[in-house]
Structures are given as C-alpha cells and as structure tokens.
C-alpha cells in the first residue's frame, strides 16, 4: 500500500518554466489536496477536490491549476514559473471528516 | 479570516524532559483540532480532536482540547531524541474538517 505518491522529490525550474506536479494515491479517499510550505510557515492550501471533476481554490491559488479526472490522480500545474513559488509542496488526500495522508513532498526552486 | 498560533516556535531539551506545546487558535464553525509530526518529509498524523475536555493518548503523547478558551495542548513525557520533529496544529473550520488552517509548528529538539 503506498499511500500518496509525489513525483518528482526535487525539481528546478528557470522563471517562466512550465512545470505539472504529479500526485496519486491509492487508498481511494475522494478528498485531495495541494499543499505548499515555506520555510518557517504553515502549510497553505493551493486548491483542494472533493472527488472526480470537482476542484474549488484554496488560501493561495494564485498561479496554479489543478485537475481531477480520476478518484487516484490530482496533478498541479505551474504555467509561468516565478521565484515567488519556491516551496516545498505536498499533496495529501483523505475521506471527507477524516485526517489527512500526505505525500512526501517535492521541492521546487524556481530561479 | 482563520487563524492558528502556536507556541513556543522552538523548543530544546534534554532527554527524558515533559514537553508541553501549545496551540490557540480562532475559526470559524470549529469542526476539529489536529495534530501532526514532521520530521524530513510528510507530516504524520498524531491525534484528532473534537470535543472539549476529552484526553487523547498514544504512548508518552497525549492531547487535550479546550474549546471554551479555544485551545489546545500536546505533551510528550519522558522525551527521545527520537521525538525532535516539527509539530504542527490544524484546525477544520468552516464547518468541514478538510479545509485546514494551519500554525507555523514548534520545532523541538531533544538532545540526549
């Protein structure tokens, strides 16, 4: 059972760069989430899915996307890369009323 | 709009030391209070809080919530060095226990 996956661990990105963040899991929990976390922060919620074809924004959507075609997969899309979105992300997911799992991250540097 | 503090930012210790941390907090349509260690990477779930004056306890960890002064703490008794990690609080408002606020974590270290 390997619970959320992130793929990549680590990424660099030159600004402008597109990039898309993969995530899946395999518990069949029908809540998704992205996460970012900067140095010293909390984690702030990008976007979230509360199943298949539904995605709504979080505190910090700004210069993201997401989408959601399958129960497994929640990709985070990143079109025109800034230094402002350097951060670790973590994807997470959880049946609704219930903790949330996490990902082991990926750490983006955009320079 | 939601907020979560939490206190002390960091923490050091000796082996063998109680630790007590701390977590206030200010949401809207409270549904639940969280706790979760992070070492390297993903934060791990530790307890899940909902009602007021009940104690949650997991070994040397225990949590309780106090939702009339809007707070929460977490000890750890008898501390490892395997217990430095940054401890983070959430809470689910908005009446949903997804969408969660959360603090900047404490960071504790323990030293043997």
């Known amino acids: 059972n390997a619970g959320v996956t992130q793929t990549p661990k680590f990424r660099i990105l030159k600004i402008g760069q597109s990039m898309t963040l993969q995530c899946a899991q395999d518990?069949?929990?029908?809540?998704m989430y992205w996460y970012r976390q900067d140095p010293g922060m909390g984690l702030k919620l990008i976007y979230y899915?509360?199943?298949?074809?539904?995605?709504d924004k979080g505190e910090v959507p700004n210069g993201y996307n997401v989408s959601r075609s399958t129960t497994e997969d929640f990709p985070l899309r990143l079109e025109l890369a800034a230094p402002s979105q350097t951060s670790v992300y973590f994807c997470?997911?959880?049946?609704?009323?219930?903790?949330?799992?996490f990902g082991n991250g990926t750490r983006l540097t955009v320079t | 709009e939601d907020k979560v503090v939490q206190s002390p930012l960091s923490l050091v210790v000796h082996e063998g030391d109680t630790v007590t941390l701390n977590c206030s907090y200010e949401?809207?349509?409270?549904?639940?209070l969280l706790w979760y260690k992070q070492e390297k990477k993903a934060p791990t779930f530790l307890f899940m809080l909902t009602s007021s004056g009940i104690e949650k306890k997991s070994g040397r960890l225990s949590s309780i919530l106090d939702k009339k002064e809007l707070f929460s703490i977490l000890n750890i008794t008898a501390t490892q060095t395997g217990d430095s990690a940054v401890y983070l609080c959430?809470?689910?408002?908005?009446?949903?226990?997804?969408?969660?606020?959360f603090g900047k974590g404490t960071l504790l270290t323990v030293n043997p």
């Open positions: 959430a809470v689910g408002g908005g009446g949903s226990n997804y969408k969660l606020t």
């Open positions: 949401v809207t349509n409270f549904r639940s």
């Open positions: 899915s509360v199943g298949a074809g539904i995605t």
């Open positions: 518990m069949n929990h029908n809540y």
């Open positions: 997470a997911s959880s049946y609704s009323n219930s903790p949330l799992h």
